[in-house]
């Protein structure tokens, strides 16, 4: 199956922290390649304090063999090891999160985890990178395609493609 992963960082050195989270997904018991990678884009952040910096954001997508349960739970294991705390309030600033956003056609919704992500297709800042790598990915639950979903976005939130971009190898 392919899984798709959202990331972003607005604390410390973005880029930095994007690279070491991707290198670390890629070592996650049941990952393989190949790994697509979106371009990284800066986003203004949503639903934070007034000060907060903005974000680096991308999507990947990797080969996954496992439950999503046991991906969901190797991802927080790379948060914490990369100092989020697992407790704290919803949207703040952070090194870096990571969001399952599908697991290829799987539906599920537990207290735990929803897939796919129940607010992928309200989000610019998920869908702007997703698409580029995956316009033609139609999500369960979806009757559009991610890239018709982009287009027709109300979400007015500003999204442009970083300066900074992924080191040239995956």
Not at 70 to 80: G, R, T, V
Not at 95 to 121: E, K, Q
Request: charged share 20%; with cysteine.
């Amino acid at each position: 199956m392919r899984a798709g992963i959202a990331m972003g960082s607005n604390v410390g050195d973005r880029l930095e922290s994007l690279g070491r989270a991707r290198d670390a997904v890629l070592r996650i018991e049941g990952v393989s390649g190949p790994c697509l990678a979106s371009s990284l884009y800066e986003t203004e952040p949503v639903g934070t304090e007034p000060d907060a910096e903005r974000f680096l954001n991308a999507v990947i997508e990797v080969g996954y063999n496992g439950l999503p349960a046991s991906l969901l739970e190797a991802l927080q294991e790379i948060e914490a090891s990369m100092g989020r705390p697992s407790k704290r309030p919803r949207n703040a600033p952070r090194t870096i999160d990571l969001d399952i956003l599908y697991v290829g056609n799987l539906t599920l919704s537990t207290t735990a985890i929803v897939i796919p992500h129940p607010r992928l297709h309200l989000r610019r800042f998920v869908l702007e990178p997703l698409a580029e790598i995956r316009a033609d990915l139609r999500l369960p639950g979806q009757q559009h395609t991610t890239g018709e979903l982009l287009r027709t976005l109300a979400d007015p939130a500003a999204v442009q493609r970083s300066a900074q971009q992924w080191p040239v190898s995956l």
